[in-house]
């Protein structure tokens, strides 16, 4: 499992996800700009920024959390 948490990148943001893929983790990391932060264009420097903060997780974590 490969997990990214926002705080690795955001300081004091909480929003975690996971997934089996790297390519899901930033889809969901990407979605979660838009949605919840109103970012309407993600730039190709975010999305490697946040390549470079997911890690190997352990797969009995939640998948995706919001706090």
Do not use: C, Y
């Not at 300081?11 to 975690?16: D, L, R």
Request: proline share 3%.
């Amino acid at each position: 499992m490969k997990r990214f948490e926002s705080a690795s990148l955001i300081p004091g943001a909480t929003w975690v996800a996971q997934a089996d893929s790297e390519a899901e983790v930033v889809r969901r990391a990407v979605e979660n700009l838009r949605r919840l932060h109103g970012e309407d264009q993600v730039r190709p420097e975010m999305i490697e920024r946040i390549k470079e903060r997911i890690t190997d997780s352990d797969a009995s974590e939640a998948r995706t959390l919001h706090s």
